[in-house]
């Protein structure tokens, strides 16, 4: 093959990696934010799976009801935020493990979806527009890689709203001091409890609208096997991310082009190895922590109040 | 009567539980028009109704004791392992490729060897969270979070590549066993001898924790790890023991998943056994005798969909409501119990 041969399929490779990844980061980015904020309380949910699968559910429903696809992203985060204040709710309570509420909330979110979701398998929704950013080219390739759904641009603007929130305004320092040492939260008189289930609450009400993104955008329909994991990975990208919203985003693209390099290979013709591209992001993860430990100290960055990081 | 009613106490919040996970899977049901009460009978009736209800239940209890293990052992030891789903998948592969180089063995070494090679895997997999925790001070509900994830992409990667049998055309597979090395149903049942499994190994493992000296040891690892360092326990070495048995359950678990149900390795297996075991060890307060009841409330839930469905055509996602529920209610419900129970 000759040289000018080789940098074309190099060329529509990294198109169709830059393509898939503005396209599949966009639950990644909303559940990551979400699961951020809840993190950055001291709290974790693992049942932002279920939340996931129940906003692609219900925002298809409302979307299909409704005849608007803005409705049906509504409804969605508006079940996130139910589970959420559910979660939270439930954590506050004594003896309540937060791990397992989540992971129990993982199955009745995901059961709840497929039981009200049957009759929506058929019937075709209104879906959310897309942004043609590749209107300049006539390339028909960048075009395809370019047009990008309206949730990403608002994800991102979430993201730096929570970066420059969560340094400098008081919500945002209230929520860091209550993740970080919930006792001085409490002497200074911030309602520890109450701020930790609305931040469950509202990183529900993201991850609903990450759900609502699968179904009314890409892949744009309901049934049972539309996730493949985004919301549980979540928890995996927000550590990779050391608790950082810009960070988040950034990992979201890279978790979308690390899940689009298979599809990616295989129409270059290459099928081997699809898996491990898939498994890429979480050993990264883990060589992550495993190298950015230090003796006596938990990982840098984490909320200090987080059972996950604690010896 | 009061010594009935400390015998009792422990149980009521999860009768409590029951009762109101059951009431509101009612109200659910009532809500869109479905004949609740007769669904809770149908729920009972096809659990427990008749010897067919109570085998199909008992075939899907065992692989939940198991992984439930997963765990329970861990979190004797202080720690909240979440990966149960990756021991069982590393486990299943590892059973699954022994027998092709066994070919002409009898079948009893073979099937030993399997179920060696599964718990070896699934073990491995575990206490290398453990280790991860212990050497490197990474938490090992995240480690066995992505180990989980990594054990996946494993197992699919090699059953669709290198140990993909060329004549599974739709739905990839390891090489089929051959027939004298899968593993039967019990005499007179027609569940197989992963029940019987399942429920000795709850047993020997309730009396390793509770009647043992290292049972003993892992447990004051588990309440209080700077004492035991103290007192001059390998803690270390411990955690990874612990890890080790509770993942070979799991990976057990896989290794009968591929010797009596499946016959061989693919991604059916991979049902989603390892997470609901994580809320049958929570449900009974990471007590192996406690989870061979819970495995048993909880696979019964399971089998009484398809009679759900038949007969008042519920979805049969109902099964997963009201699991799903359950668990929630048990969880909660654990405020009430007024003995200190060790927060894992």
Not at chain 1, 21 to 28: G, Q
Not at chain 1, 60 to 77: D, E, F, I, T
Not at chain 2, 123 to 134: P, Y
């Amino acid at each position: 093959m000759s040289d000018g041969g080789d940098s074309l399929a190099f060329g529509s490779l990294a198109l169709a990696l830059l393509g898939g990844a503005l396209r599949v980061s966009t639950p990644f980015l909303f559940v990551s934010l979400g699961e951020c904020i809840t993190e950055k309380s001291g709290r974790i949910n693992l049942g932002l799976e279920g939340i996931l699968v129940l906003g692609a559910m219900s925002g298809y429903g409302v979307s299909l009801a409704s005849g608007s696809p803005w409705l049906g992203v509504l409804a969605a985060g508006l079940c996130g935020l139910m589970m959420g204040l559910l979660h939270g709710g439930l954590c506050s309570l004594a003896k309540v493990n937060d791990i397992a509420v989540g992971i129990s909330l993982m199955l009745f979110g995901t059961g709840l979806a497929f039981f009200l979701g049957k009759p929506l398998i058929q019937p075709q929704a209104p879906m959310l527009p897309s942004l043609e950013l590749g209107a300049w080219s006539d390339s028909a390739q960048l075009q395809s890689a370019l047009r990008i759904n309206v949730l990403l641009p608002l994800g991102l603007l979430l993201a730096l709203l929570l970066h420059w929130g969560f340094r400098a305004s008081r919500w945002g320092l209230a929520l860091r001091l209550v993740g970080d040492n919930a006792a001085a939260a409490r002497a200074l008189g911030y309602p520890v409890v109450p701020i930790r289930i609305g931040a469950t609450a509202a990183g529900g009400f993201l991850a609903g609208v990450g759900g609502a993104f699968l179904s009314l955008y890409y892949p744009g329909s309901w049934n049972e096997g539309l996730s493949s994991g985004q919301g549980l990975m979540a928890v995996a990208l927000v550590i990779f991310a050391r608790w950082n919203p810009l960070r988040c985003a950034l990992a979201a693209l890279l978790f979308g082009a690390a899940g689009a390099l298979g599809p990616a290979l295989q129409s270059q013709g290459i099928t081997a190895g699809y898996y491990l591209f898939n498994a890429a992001p979480y050993v990264l993860t883990l060589a992550l922590m495993a190298a950015s430990w230090t003796p006596g100290r938990s990982l840098a960055g984490a909320p200090g109040e987080l059972s996950l990081t604690q010896r | 009567m009061n010594a009935v009613r400390t015998l009792a106490a422990p149980f009521m919040p999860f009768t409590a539980a029951v009762l109101a996970a059951a009431l509101l899977f009612a109200l659910f049901l009532a809500a869109q028009g479905f004949p609740a009460m007769e669904a809770l009978e149908l729920v009972v009736e096809g659990a427990y109704g008749s010897s067919f209800a109570w085998q199909n239940t008992l075939s899907r209890a065992a692989p939940l004791m198991l992984t439930a293990l997963c765990v329970a052992l861990p979190a004797r030891a202080g720690l909240v392992i979440i990966g149960g789903e990756g021991a069982l998948a590393v486990g299943a592969l590892a059973a699954a490729v022994v027998p092709a180089a066994c070919a002409g063995w009898p079948a009893l070494p073979v099937q030993l060897l399997m179920a060696a090679a599964g718990f070896i895997a699934g073990g491995a997999w575990i206490a290398l969270s453990a280790w991860l925790r212990h050497a490197r001070g990474i938490n090992e509900t995240i480690s066995s979070l992505l180990l989980a994830y990594i054990g996946i992409a494993l197992f699919n990667f090699l059953v669709e590549g290198v140990l993909r049998d060329p004549a599974s055309l739709n739905k990839p597979s390891t090489t089929p066993l051959a027939e004298p090395f899968l593993i039967g149903a019990m005499p007179g049942m027609e569940v197989h001898w992963g029940l019987f499994w399942g429920v000795l190994i709850c047993l020997a493992m309730g009396f390793l924790v509770r009647q043992t000296v290292f049972g003993f040891a892992v447990g004051v690892v588990g309440g209080n790890p700077r004492a035991a360092m103290m007192a001059g326990l390998p803690v270390g070495g411990l955690i990874l023991t612990a890890c080790f048995l509770g993942g070979g359950a799991a990976g057990l678990a896989g290794m009968l998943e591929v010797a009596a149900v499946h016959g061989s390795a693919n991604a059916a297996l991979l049902a989603g056994y390892g997470y609901a075991g994580i809320l049958v060890s929570f449900a009974a307060r990471h007590n192996p005798l406690g989870i061979i009841a819970c495995a048993i409330l909880v696979g019964g839930i399971g089998a009484s969909g398809s009679l759900l469905q038949r007969r008042i055509d519920l979805p049969d996602a109902a099964t997963l409501v009201l699991q799903g529920g359950l668990f929630v209610a048990l969880l909660a419900f654990e405020t009430l119990n007024r003995k200190g129970v060790r927060r894992v």
